[in-house]
């Protein structure tokens, strides 16, 4: 067998196992970065954001078939099953490319989404509703307080309300045992605001779902072009000269 069959097979075989571990990868990042999404959806207006982890969630169920159909292709070396794998990893590739560009545009809107809707959230703050529930959630998980830092709470219907002169206590740090949220001890709260921490955060879930899907739209690049070189050796290996057949 040509030396070029069996190094093309080879890796076939190989990216037939990677794409059973990149479903299982993609699949975590999706889920993921849904998980994100829904506890901070009450900051972000556009659910249009969550469509690349849905991409990524259905490619990678996608990616798992596929994986089946590299194997028992690669083994038959059976044309029809080759150019069924390459077509399909091809749309694999361009959802992946869609989903990194979307990936992209809405890490990008993050920034102008968040604010607006925080302060409309925490504007409806009073202790009891889901909204408060939501924003000291946030506040303790990310050491924060406010939208832009903690004086923020200062111009809310609530601070103005209790009339005590002080935060939601969870605003405190986490080894500030005694702390009661009074403003005359700001040493014992969390001064950062929480925009820009939820930002950071969001940020960051995007660039690493990002260069997952391009190192795996990278893989797929490299199964496309051995797909072509195992093809196009077993259409050569079909013809043969005369000479060859009549000692054959």
């Avoid at 925490?122 to 408060?132: I, L, T």
């Avoid at 809310?156 to 005694?178: D, H, I, L, M, Y």
């Amino acid at each position: 067998m040509d030396c070029g069959v069996i190094t093309s097979k080879t890796v076939l075989l190989l990216l037939s196992f990677a794409f059973w571990a990149a479903a299982a990868g993609l699949s975590y990042v999706g889920a993921y970065v849904i998980n994100t999404y829904q506890s901070y959806d009450n900051f972000l207006q556009d659910k249009h954001a969550l469509l690349p982890a849905v991409i990524i969630i259905c490619a990678a169920v996608v990616m798992f078939v596929i994986g089946l159909i590299g194997c028992c292709a690669t083994f038959r070396e059976s044309r029809v099953g080759l150019g069924l794998f390459l077509a399909i990893i091809l749309v694999i590739f361009i959802a992946e490319v869609s989903a990194f560009v979307l990936g992209f545009v809405y890490r990008e809107k993050v920034k102008t989404d968040v604010q607006g809707t925080m302060r409309s959230v925490f504007e409806k703050y009073d202790g009891k509703n889901p909204e408060s529930v939501v924003v000291d959630y946030l506040q303790e998980q990310l050491h924060c307080c406010g939208v832009k830092n903690y004086s923020d709470w200062t111009t809310t219907q609530w601070f103005n309300s209790t009339g005590n002169n002080s935060v939601p206590q969870s605003c405190c740090q986490q080894e500030a045992k005694n702390c009661t949220g009074h403003l005359d001890q700001p040493q014992e709260l969390n001064t950062r605001g929480c925009a820009q921490e939820l930002e950071s955060g969001l940020q960051s879930v995007f660039s690493y779902a990002m260069l997952v899907i391009l190192g795996f739209a990278i893989v797929k690049f490299f199964a496309m072009l051995s797909i072509c070189v195992l093809t196009c050796k077993k259409e050569e290996s079909g013809y043969q000269p005369l000479h060859t057949m009549a000692f054959a």
